[in-house]
């Protein structure tokens, strides 16, 4: 048995029957996680804490009731999300002594199922960017290219993930930040409908958008952490391919992509459409129209409201926060909303009107066209060289590399749909391209059910090739 190749429910199987130790699977995640620290995905861990939980876990005369039956798994978290037990810094240098009085919601529930805390995660100072190339406590690495980014804002609990440091993270997805870096670092990222988990202890950017996503290695692994998280029904049924209706967005959602990713997505689709899925070339009517009035706006209004809240709360000043700010991409965005650039409150209620009929727009499509989901390319790229955070080459030309990357998450985040990225497979490169799947708002457990019996179709990506085990 290969504890690090154990799926979150594989490990919690074989901790309860005791066929692997409590101890043993935590010192061959710290020794992986040991071997891989140039990947730079942790910012805060506590291996003698984890160690020690897991031997009180061996001695104990039974295994754990069903009522911790994730118990002794080790779960990677986000540094914007809240634990009482390691500091919570949000990547930036003000809060890196920053211990919060108690834990996030969606971290109490995993801690009342039996995981245990990993470590905090790296990622895009104050989750604002893409790329994970964080100035303050450094880039993130790619682990199938150490050059490359492994997407943000969520990068370090995507490569946790990947390089079978842990079974499963959390992250958080405002435009793309738990779906675009599972598909550059080839796992499966969640977005669930905005407002399905708690937002209590989040840094937040946007509370109109932002939501906490799991990230795993398979589809089942996410979709009990969704269950756990959302206290939904964990069971989901065994949908067949045969008759299920993908929407695909041609136009919005394919056109300038990297070719090499083009490739990969035809082919799963290919393979759908073989097993009986209905393929239906369709763009969401007035998509972009409504889109590109929305997102950015949204989140930069709001930012300047959720920002000095949180620093109050731990007691700093809104100046003492942003004097701590280390990324030059970071502090560009929060200097303009500082000055004559930012967001008034006319913009952002007229944002929040076109967010409306950019819901309904996606409502109407679901509905009349009796769509399962979406399916298009979760990035119009794969992951580009570290240090390309104000543009990146796509394939010859010049394109911001922000808006590049987010271009086929965003309008999902702006309509607070569910969306998953799954893995299709490796362009000739050898870096991972992901699929993603938006589902109509509020239908996030059907939406689990399509991705899983997509993924089952789709090639299995093998273990990075960095990746010692």
Same mark, same amino acid.
């Given at each position: 048995m290969d504890p690090h190749e154990l799926t979150l429910l594989e490990a919690a199987a074989a901790l309860r029957t005791r066929h692997l130790g409590h101890l043993e699977y935590v010192q061959a995640l710290l020794a992986q996680t040991d071997r891989l620290t140039a990947l730079n995905a942790w910012i805060s861990r506590d291996s003698e804490g984890l160690i020690l939980q897991a031997k009180a876990l061996d001695q104990a005369s039974s295994a754990p009731s069903e009522h911790l039956p994730l118990a002794g798994i080790p779960v990677a978290i986000k540094d914007n999300i809240d634990t009482a037990v390691l500091p919570t810094s949000g990547g930036t240098r003000a809060l890196l002594a920053c211990r919060p009085s108690r834990n996030a919601t969606v971290v109490e529930r995993l801690l009342q199922s039996g995981c245990l805390i990993a470590?905090?995660?790296?990622?895009?100072?104050?989750?604002?960017?893409?790329?994970?190339?964080?100035?303050?406590?450094?880039?993130?690495?790619?682990p199938w290219n150490a050059f490359r980014i492994p997407g943000g804002s969520s990068g370090g609990s995507a490569v946790a993930v990947a390089a079978r440091m842990v079974p499963a993270a959390l992250g958080t997805?405002?435009?793309?930040?738990?779906?675009?870096?599972?598909?550059?670092?080839?796992?499966?990222?969640?977005r669930p409908s905005t407002g399905r988990y708690s937002s209590q202890g989040i840094l937040h950017l946007s509370p109109t958008k932002d939501t906490v996503g799991p990230m795993a290695r398979c589809v089942a692994d996410v979709a009990w952490l969704d269950g756990l998280l959302a206290k939904d029904r964990l069971h989901m049924p065994n949908l067949s391919l045969k008759g299920l209706r993908l929407g695909i967005p041609r136009g919005d959602f394919f056109e300038g992509a990297d070719p090499q990713v083009l490739a990969v997505i035809e082919l799963a689709l290919e393979t759908l459409v073989s097993e009986g899925v209905v393929c239906l070339t369709l763009d969401v009517p007035d998509l972009k129209q409504h889109n590109e009035a929305t997102g950015s706006t949204l989140v930069?209004?709001?930012?300047?409201?959720?920002?000095?809240?949180?620093?109050k709360a731990?007691?700093?000043?809104?100046?003492?926060? %942003? #004097?701590?700010?280390?990324? $030059?991409?970071? @502090?560009?965005?929060?200097s303009r909303q500082l000055g004559h650039g930012r967001v008034t409150a006319t913009a952002y209620a007229a944002a929040q009107a076109r967010r409306q009929k950019l819901q309904i727009a996606y409502a109407r499509h679901f509905a009349d066209?009796?769509?399962d989901? %979406? #399916?298009?390319?979760?990035? $119009?790229?794969? @992951?580009?060289?570290?240090?390309?955070d104000e543009l990146v080459d796509l394939h010859g030309q010049a394109v911001p590399t922000f808006k590049t990357l987010i271009r086929n998450t965003d309008p999902g985040s702006n309509a607070g749909l569910p969306g998953i990225s799954l893995p299709a497979g490796l362009t000739a490169e050898g870096l991972p391209v992901g699929l993603e799947l938006d589902g109509a708002l509020g239908t996030d457990r059907h939406l689990l059910a399509v991705a899983a019996a997509i993924e089952r179709v789709l090639p299995a990506l093998p273990r990075p090739p960095r990746v010692q085990a």
């Amino acid at each position: 048995m290969d504890p690090h190749e154990l799926t979150l429910l594989e490990a919690a199987a074989a901790l309860r029957t005791r066929h692997l130790g409590h101890l043993e699977y935590v010192q061959a995640l710290l020794a992986q996680t040991d071997r891989l620290t140039a990947l730079n995905a942790w910012i805060s861990r506590d291996s003698e804490g984890l160690i020690l939980q897991a031997k009180a876990l061996d001695q104990a005369s039974s295994a754990p009731s069903e009522h911790l039956p994730l118990a002794g798994i080790p779960v990677a978290i986000k540094d914007n999300i809240d634990t009482a037990v390691l500091p919570t810094s949000g990547g930036t240098r003000a809060l890196l002594a920053c211990r919060p009085s108690r834990n996030a919601t969606v971290v109490e529930r995993l801690l009342q199922s039996g995981c245990l805390i990993a470590g905090k995660t790296n990622l895009h100072e104050l989750a604002l960017g893409g790329t994970s190339n964080n100035t303050v406590t450094g880039a993130c690495r790619n682990p199938w290219n150490a050059f490359r980014i492994p997407g943000g804002s969520s990068g370090g609990s995507a490569v946790a993930v990947a390089a079978r440091m842990v079974p499963a993270a959390l992250g958080t997805d405002t435009g793309a930040s738990v779906r675009l870096p599972a598909a550059l670092c080839g796992v499966v990222g969640f977005r669930p409908s905005t407002g399905r988990y708690s937002s209590q202890g989040i840094l937040h950017l946007s509370p109109t958008k932002d939501t906490v996503g799991p990230m795993a290695r398979c589809v089942a692994d996410v979709a009990w952490l969704d269950g756990l998280l959302a206290k939904d029904r964990l069971h989901m049924p065994n949908l067949s391919l045969k008759g299920l209706r993908l929407g695909i967005p041609r136009g919005d959602f394919f056109e300038g992509a990297d070719p090499q990713v083009l490739a990969v997505i035809e082919l799963a689709l290919e393979t759908l459409v073989s097993e009986g899925v209905v393929c239906l070339t369709l763009d969401v009517p007035d998509l972009k129209q409504h889109n590109e009035a929305t997102g950015s706006t949204l989140v930069m209004f709001e930012m300047m409201q959720s920002l000095p809240a949180y620093a109050k709360a731990q007691g700093l000043t809104l100046d003492a926060l %942003l #004097a701590g700010v280390g990324s $030059p991409d970071v @502090a560009l965005l929060l200097s303009r909303q500082l000055g004559h650039g930012r967001v008034t409150a006319t913009a952002y209620a007229a944002a929040q009107a076109r967010r409306q009929k950019l819901q309904i727009a996606y409502a109407r499509h679901f509905a009349d066209h009796r769509l399962d989901a %979406l #399916a298009f390319p979760t990035c $119009p790229m794969t @992951a580009p060289p570290i240090g390309h955070d104000e543009l990146v080459d796509l394939h010859g030309q010049a394109v911001p590399t922000f808006k590049t990357l987010i271009r086929n998450t965003d309008p999902g985040s702006n309509a607070g749909l569910p969306g998953i990225s799954l893995p299709a497979g490796l362009t000739a490169e050898g870096l991972p391209v992901g699929l993603e799947l938006d589902g109509a708002l509020g239908t996030d457990r059907h939406l689990l059910a399509v991705a899983a019996a997509i993924e089952r179709v789709l090639p299995a990506l093998p273990r990075p090739p960095r990746v010692q085990a």
